[in-house]
């Protein structure tokens, strides 16, 4: 027959660019709890929790970025390197 679906299910359908990466369950204050019967205080502590464990990530890679464009700045093509990149003309770092 027909599957009753769940809230979390038809909310996805309504809004499935939006929410299709909502996990079924979060964790607050160590326990699982379902996105059904979460609060909103435990989604934003969850997302508080995400956004602590992105943070380095997101650091890490901006850095990346920003010593990419500053080598490309400088001329530096693809197979190059970084040391090479930045050392100046006597060959010094």
Request: charged letters at 35%; hydrophobic letters at 40%.
């Amino acid at each position: 027959m027909f599957k009753k679906r769940t809230l979390l299910e038809k909310l996805k359908n309504q809004h499935p660019y939006l929410l299709d990466a909502l996990p079924e369950q979060i964790r607050s204050d160590g326990v699982e709890v379902s996105i059904e019967d979460a609060t909103l205080d435990q989604i934003a502590f969850a997302v508080l929790a995400l956004e602590n464990e992105v943070r380095p990530i997101s650091r890490r890679m901006n850095a990346l970025r920003e010593l990419y464009d500053l080598a490309r700045k400088r001329g530096a093509l693809g197979a190059h390197r970084v040391g090479d990149a930045f050392s100046d003309e006597e060959g010094r770092s």
